[in-house]
C-alpha cells in the first residue's frame, strides 16, 4: 500500500500544486511532488484496524501532522513547532503512553521510573517522544534516507515481537507487532521512490514517523534501547548539530543549513551513495539491536557510538582538508 499510495502522490500532486520549493536552496531543477506525507499519513490512520487502542496516538499524531504540513507550505517558527511536538508528547503521556521504567541491564532488573518519580519520568518521555520526532526529520536531507532509516526501525521493533518470549506471550503485544510489521511494510513500498526522488516526504512525514517511532517503543514495553541502536545515526547527528549550533556558531539550535553529517558525506559520494550507505548501517545496527539483550545491548550501543564518531571525524577531515 505505501507503493501505490506514493505512485498516487507522484501523480496527482502536481495537479494541486503539492511541490516542493527549489528556489528556495538555489536550485536549478523542476519541482518534485511534496510533502510525500501527506500520502503516507491515512496509512497510518488505517493502525486502528489492528488495534482500536491506537486510537490514543491520533490526536498527537495529526496536530503534528497538520502543523507540519502548514509548515511545509510556509515556513513557521521552530519554536512553535517545538511547542506543539511538546504538547504531542504530554498528551501522550497522559493517555498512559509512557517510560514507565528503566532496564538496569547490569542487574537484569528494572527500576519503576513512573511509580518512584512520575515527573521525572514525564520530563524523560516529552524528551524522548521530541529527540526521535526531530531526529527523523533533520536526517531526512537525503533522497530515501528517512523512509529507508524507518523501515529498519519498526522492522527491528516488530522482530523483537516475535522472537522474544516476554512479548509473544502477552496477547497484548501481538497487535503491537502487527502494528511495526505494517508500518514497517509502508516505508518498504513507498522506499524506492524516495530512493529515486521522484518524491519528497518533507516535515509532514519525517516528523511523524518519529513521533511513531518513539511511540511504538514506548508501547512495545519501553524498548529504548533497541530504538536507539537503530536509529543513533540520527540521533548522534542530531546531537553534535546543536552542539556546533549553540557553542561553535553561537547561533540557535534549531537554525537551518546543510552541515549535516549526511550532508558532508554526500559531498563525498553523492545523495544516492550516500544514502544507501548509510541505510546499509542502520541495518547493521538493527540486526545487532535485535541479537542483543541486556548487558550486551549496553556494551554494542557504546560501540557503535563510538564506530559512528570515528566515521563523522574521518568524514569532516576530508572535507575540511580540501
Known amino acids: 500500500m505505501g507503493a501505490f499510495f506514493t505512485i498516487l502522490a507522484i501523480k496527482f500532486f502536481p495537479r494541486f500544486s503539492l511541490l516542493d520549493f527549489p528556489e528556495r536552496y538555489g536550485l536549478m531543477r523542476e519541482k518534485i511532488p511534496y510533502p510525500g506525507g501527506l500520502a503516507l499519513l491515512p496509512l497510518f490512520a488505517l493502525v486502528v484496524i489492528i488495534d482500536v487502542k491506537f486510537l490514543a496516538l491520533f490526536p498527537a499524531i495529526f496536530l503534528l501532522a497538520a502543523v507540519s504540513f502548514w509548515d511545509d507550505k510556509r515556513p513557521i517558527s521552530p519554536w512553535f513547532r517545538l511547542g506543539v511536538q511538546c ?31 512520575p515527573l521525572l519520568a514525564f520530563f524523560i518521555t516529552v524528551i524522548w517522544i521530541v529527540a526521535i520526532t526531530n531526529a527523523m526529520n533533520w536526517f531526512d536531507g537525503l533522497p530515501g534516507l528517512t523512509p529507508g532509516v524507518a523501515s529498519i526501525g519498526f522492522l ?38 524516495y530512493l529515486q526522488k521522484k518524491i519528497i516526504l518533507g516535515d509532514t512525514g519525517s516528523q511523524v514517523t518519529g513521533m511513531l517511532l518513539a511511540t511504538l517503543a514506548i508501547f512495545l514495553g519501553a ?27 553561537k547561533k540557535s539550535p534549531a537554525a537551518h543549513d546543510k552541515k549535516h553529517f549526511h550532508h558532508n558525506l554526500s559531498l563525498l559520494l553523492g545523495e544516492k551513495k550516500s544514502s544507501t550507505l548509510l541505510i546499509f548501517f542502520s541495518l547493521i545496527f538493527g540486526v545487532l539491536a535485535v541479537v542483543s539483550g541486556g548487558l550486551w545491548k549496553t556494551i554494542v550501543l557504546v560501540i557503535i557510538g563510538v564506530f559512528i564518531l570515528v566515521i563523522m571525524a574521518v568524514v569532516y577531515r576530508k572535507i575540511f582538508s580540501r
Open 156 to 193: 527491528a521493533l516488530g522482530i523483537l515481537g516475535l522472537i522474544k518470549p516476554e512479548l509473544w506471550l502477552d496477547p497484548q503485544h501481538t497487535t503491537l507487532t502487527q502494528a511495526n510489521w505494517y508500518l514497517a511494510g509502508i516505508f518498504f513500498g513507498a522506499f524506492f521512490f
Open 87 to 117: 504538547a504531542g508528547a504530554a498528551w501522550l503521556f497522559f493517555q498512559g503512553i509512557k517510560i514507565d521504567f528503566i532496564g538496569i541491564p547490569w542487574e537484569g532488573t528494572n527500576f519503576a521510573l513512573a511509580e518512584s518519580f
Open 223 to 249: 524498548k529504548i534501547a533497541t530504538t536507539l541502536l537503530v536509529l543513533s545515526l540520527p540521533l548522534l547527528d542530531l546531537f553534535f548539530v546543536v552542539l556546533r549550533r549553540v557553542f561553535l556558531e
